[in-house]
């Protein structure tokens, strides 16, 4: 019972954007297209939509192009179904109806194996790399957005004043989807953060072992804070709604990622760790229409580009801390800190 409920607040918003089928069918999006722009995209995802974060934002990148003429389709897939996600790749390569096929996450084996078949069909792939000369990589600075919400997580733990549902103890924690080397970037950045405003702060490093059991998420998150922590950072994709409502339940705070989940639980979500997924699809778009895509490489967005960000709950988090906060970037954009990386 305590999780049936877990998606409830935000059924209206998606079903007014997207039309769900059974997980195993190719699901299209709607599309717009005008006689002076032809071109199209397609998404082959190995998940689902309505997860409040990092495919959502995804969409809302499709939807931007949408709106100026590109004709587009996402594939949604059951996370459960690998096979599925191959056939979908293969399916939209081998049917030559798409300009460029985006995929992400989950899928790097997939297109190593795609991608050389296919040579006139040109990929994007976020997230993660694969060096094919017909691939266009990008990936988001992780670590140094995690640094930013690590240093507002130490902060808010330990300042009872303007952050009264803690205790005051030095105690965090992060609950991660899988320990996999993107999770290791988050982990590091979000570790350096917090020591650099708390040195002796005690940090929680806990796995769900995959990025779609909410419910799991939701009890290891319970006992993280029953072993002290009072800010909770979410790294776990759609699991990680689990871990917001863990932390609302138990009246301590949490930090959302990917998308801005701050009004998922605004009283409890500090902040949110955008990865500006859907900035950057659009702006693939862009450079590919323009001739400017630079294929073969592998494109890095952090904070200096805007490519990663902290945005806050202002309802929550006063502007003295947004100050300390803000400070402690301007020292990473400028080269002073150098954030840890897994990479």
Known sequence: MKMRYILSSFVITIVLIYVFLDDDELIESNTLSSDQDNFSAVYVMSDNLGDMGFNDNAAMGFARVE???VKTRLLQASP???QLWLQNLEAVS??????VVFTGPNMHDNLAVVAPKNPDQ????????????????IKYAQNEGSYLAGALAAVAATDIENFPLSSGKAKIAIVAGMDLPIIQDFILGFKQGATTMVP?????????GNFNDAQKAYDLTRTAIENGANVVYNVAGP????TLKAAADSDKYAIGVDSNQNGIHPDNVLASMLKQIGNSIYNSIEQIKAGQANFGTVQVFGLQDEGVALIYNNKIVPEQVKAQIEFAEVKVTSGEIEVDSAF
């Open 80 to 82: 459960t179904d690998p």
């Open 122 to 137: 040109i990929y994007v792939f976020f997230d993660d790399e694969l060096i094919e000369p017909n691939v266009l990589s």
């Open 200 to 208: 002796d702060i005690e940090i929680q490093i806990i796995f769900i």
């Open 67 to 69: 709106e100026e003429g």
């Open 94 to 99: 081998n049917s030559g109806d798409w300009d």
């Open 239 to 242: 699991a990680g709604l689990g």
